[in-house]
């Protein structure tokens, strides 16, 4: 599956963003989604995932409450709603897909986007 992110930007501490992770060449709800982050100078760092049972997603410990992640299926697409954004959050965000468990670690994601830059800075 081939996978595209949107949304990026600059925001203000406190703002809010909604990434985007479109699909093609498949059905993005057959698969367990993660999103990533990578900031300049750091390691990648598990997000989130939404998975393919039930749409339960999972947090890190340093966004849960002010992210979330859901599923437009009518769309082939997955969003990462992100609020309360700190400056920490600066980052380059990926979304990837996978169909195998290991959801908290990169190496189980099969498809990668490209990824999309998000600034919070005032």
């Known amino acids: 599956v081939q996978l595209v992110e949107s949304g990026g930007g600059l925001v203000q501490p406190g703002g809010s963003l909604r990434l985007s992770c479109a699909a093609s060449?498949?059905?993005?709800?057959?698969?367990?989604v993660g999103w990533f982050r990578q900031a300049p100078g750091k390691e990648r760092e598990f997000v989130g995932f939404?998975?393919?049972?039930?749409?339960?997603?999972e947090y890190s410990n340093s966004v849960k409450g002010r992210f979330s992640i859901f599923r437009d299926k009518g769309k082939n697409l997955v969003y990462l709603q992100m609020t309360n954004l700190k400056p920490e959050d600066t980052a380059l965000y990926s979304c990837?897909?996978?169909?195998?468990?290991?959801?908290?670690?990169?190496?189980?994601?099969?498809?990668w986007g490209q990824g999309t830059q998000v600034t919070v800075s005032s």
């Open positions: 060449g498949d059905t993005l709800s057959t698969y367990h």
């Open positions: 939404i998975s393919v049972i039930g749409s339960s997603a």
């Open positions: 990837a897909a996978a169909t195998r468990g290991g959801l908290y670690n990169p190496g189980a994601y099969d498809d």
